[in-house]
């Protein structure tokens, strides 16, 4: 392979994934409160297919993504992303203008198609980089979905004319200029990164033999399902909890302006960028995976549990309080469910079954909003109640399945559960 992709490409796919996921950010908080309020229904299920939408279409488009990169190369499907993501945006302006439901549904599936390519960027990084090399060049795309989903928000609250009054179409121009300058820098500095030596076999959708791999490896499926639930009591919580804090349910419980609601979501992101990054990379080879997971786990039970009385109350301080707890918690469940998956593995294996996390993670991602919301404007503490329940579940399963596998190097020596340290 040619070193010149290789140079200061991944700077390059860095800040394009960045400032692209800035735009996605700047519109997440705002979407369910605009849709509320175009046309309100009263069960909230319109409000929840549109926000499982976005997810519904990535997980669809990700693999057919990934298999066409494959033949005409990473460059241009990422291209393709981006402007689509720019069409999408602005689309989405629109339909805040002429207060426009099914104008929102149109612009979040095709965002969510355009959005798949995150995908086909992380195949880039793998051919861009070496086998040592790889893991620090993929934790530049959580990086950069850390800081957009931090400084996203941030946007989004400049973006809103005055703290009280409809933001009108802005967002949405903001978030398609972003995907805009996103793409100039593609097109000029981006070079193809697919060559001959590039990984090009077949993807599948379904792959039937990485479930039969998962199911017939000693607490995989369980560490597999422990992911699902982790992941759908959270994107359960995403989408409720800005109509919760504007004031959108029956009876409202907070009434935050919609800049108080983009700074709310900043929190989140940077709370969950400063756990992931400051403290889950320090402890993660002290403590072992399993205690860092259970421990985030009944951490989220707790925060689920706050949550619940700050809606009770209508406390702003226990409503930070538990979303620092809820937070916290979450950010150190995935990594650590995936280093546990990773170290059970059969390393010839890895790839697939690592896969198969994925989508259980991209189905829990399109099930909870489309759950979540309808409880909500059922009950606004139920989502809370169910969202608890869900992670008790989660902590068990965590702790049974941790404590019955051994690590793949170690299983054939009946070697001690990789829960303890």
């Given at each position: 392979?040619?070193?010149?992709p290789?140079?200061?490409?991944?700077?390059?796919?860095?800040?394009?994934?960045?400032?692209?996921l800035?735009?996605f950010g700047i519109v997440l908080?705002?979407?369910?409160?605009?849709?509320?309020?175009f046309?309100?229904?009263?069960?909230g299920?319109?409000l929840?297919a549109l926000m499982?939408?976005?997810?519904a279409?990535?997980?669809?488009?990700?693999?057919l993504?990934g298999?066409?990169s494959d033949r005409?190369?990473?460059r241009?499907?990422?291209m393709?992303?981006?402007?689509?993501?720019?069409?999408?945006?602005?689309?989405?302006?629109?339909?805040?203008v002429?207060?426009?439901?099914?104008?929102?549904f149109?612009?979040?599936?095709?965002?969510?198609m355009?959005?798949?390519?995150i995908s086909?960027?992380q195949?880039?990084?793998?051919d861009?980089t070496?086998v040592?090399g790889?893991?620090?060049?993929?934790?530049l795309?959580?990086m950069?979905f850390?800081i957009?989903?931090?400084?996203?928000?941030l946007?989004?609250y400049l973006a809103v004319?005055?703290g009280?009054?409809?933001p009108?179409?802005?967002?949405g121009?903001?978030?398609?200029?972003?995907?805009?300058?996103?793409?100039v820098?593609?097109w000029?500095?981006?070079?193809?990164?697919l060559n001959p030596e590039?990984d090009?076999?077949?993807?599948?959708?379904f792959?039937?033999q990485?479930?039969?791999?998962?199911?017939a490896?000693?607490s995989i499926?369980s560490?597999v399902?422990?992911v699902f639930?982790s992941?759908?009591?959270?994107s359960?919580?995403?989408?409720?909890?800005?109509l919760?804090?504007?004031?959108?349910?029956?009876?409202?419980?907070?009434e935050?302006?919609?800049?108080q609601v983009?700074?709310?979501f900043a929190?989140?992101?940077f709370v969950?960028?400063?756990?992931?990054?400051g403290v889950?990379?320090?402890?993660a080879?002290r403590?072992?995976?399993?205690?860092?997971?259970?421990g985030?786990?009944a951490?989220?039970v707790?925060?689920?549990?706050?949550?619940?009385?700050?809606?009770?109350?209508g406390?702003?301080?226990w409503l930070?309080a538990s979303?620092t707890?809820?937070?916290s918690g979450?950010?150190f469940?995935?990594?650590?469910?995936n280093?546990?998956?990773?170290?059970r593995?059969?390393?010839?294996n890895?790839g697939?079954?690592?896969?198969?996390?994925q989508?259980?993670?991209?189905?829990?991602r399109?099930?909870?909003?489309?759950?979540g919301?309808?409880?909500?404007m059922?009950?606004?503490?139920l989502?809370?109640?169910?969202g608890?329940a869900?992670?008790?579940v989660?902590?068990?399963?965590?702790?049974?399945?941790?404590?019955?596998g051994?690590?793949?190097?170690?299983?054939?020596e009946?070697?001690?559960?990789s829960i303890s340290?």
């Amino acid at each position: 392979m040619s070193l010149e992709p290789r140079r200061g490409s991944l700077l390059v796919i860095f800040l394009t994934v960045l400032i692209d996921l800035l735009g996605f950010g700047i519109v997440l908080p705002l979407l369910p409160i605009y849709a509320a309020q175009f046309e309100p229904h009263p069960t909230g299920i319109q409000l929840g297919a549109l926000m499982a939408s976005f997810s519904a279409m990535q997980f669809l488009f990700a693999p057919l993504w990934g298999r066409i990169s494959d033949r005409i190369g990473r460059r241009p499907v990422i291209m393709v992303g981006l402007f689509a993501s720019l069409i999408c945006y602005l689309l989405f302006g629109w339909a805040t203008v002429r207060k426009s439901l099914v104008l929102l549904f149109v612009s979040r599936i095709g965002a969510g198609m355009a959005g798949a390519t995150i995908s086909t960027a992380q195949a880039y990084i793998a051919d861009t980089t070496s086998v040592e090399g790889r893991a620090k060049g993929m934790a530049l795309v959580g990086m950069a979905f850390g800081i957009g989903f931090t400084f996203g928000p941030l946007l989004g609250y400049l973006a809103v004319p005055d703290g009280q009054s409809d933001p009108g179409p802005m967002p949405g121009v903001m978030a398609a200029v972003l995907s805009g300058v996103a793409f100039v820098l593609a097109w000029f500095l981006l070079p193809e990164s697919l060559n001959p030596e590039s990984d090009q076999r077949p993807r599948r959708l379904f792959d039937l033999q990485a479930i039969r791999s998962a199911t017939a490896l000693p607490s995989i499926g369980s560490l597999v399902l422990a992911v699902f639930v982790s992941v759908f009591a959270f994107s359960m919580f995403e989408p409720t909890l800005g109509l919760l804090v504007k004031g959108e349910t029956d009876p409202p419980v907070f009434e935050f302006s919609f800049r108080q609601v983009c700074l709310t979501f900043a929190y989140v992101g940077f709370v969950l960028a400063i756990v992931q990054g400051g403290v889950v990379r320090r402890v993660a080879g002290r403590v072992a995976e399993g205690h860092l997971a259970a421990g985030g786990a009944a951490a989220e039970v707790l925060g689920f549990a706050g949550l619940a009385v700050a809606a009770d109350q209508g406390s702003i301080a226990w409503l930070f309080a538990s979303l620092t707890v809820l937070v916290s918690g979450f950010a150190f469940i995935t990594p650590s469910l995936n280093g546990l998956i990773s170290r059970r593995t059969d390393p010839r294996n890895q790839g697939s079954i690592l896969g198969l996390a994925q989508s259980a993670s991209a189905l829990a991602r399109i099930l909870g909003p489309a759950i979540g919301i309808p409880m909500l404007m059922a009950m606004p503490k139920l989502p809370l109640f169910v969202g608890a329940a869900t992670m008790a579940v989660g902590c068990t399963l965590i702790v049974i399945a941790a404590s019955k596998g051994h690590d793949f190097e170690d299983a054939s020596e009946g070697e001690a559960s990789s829960i303890s340290p």
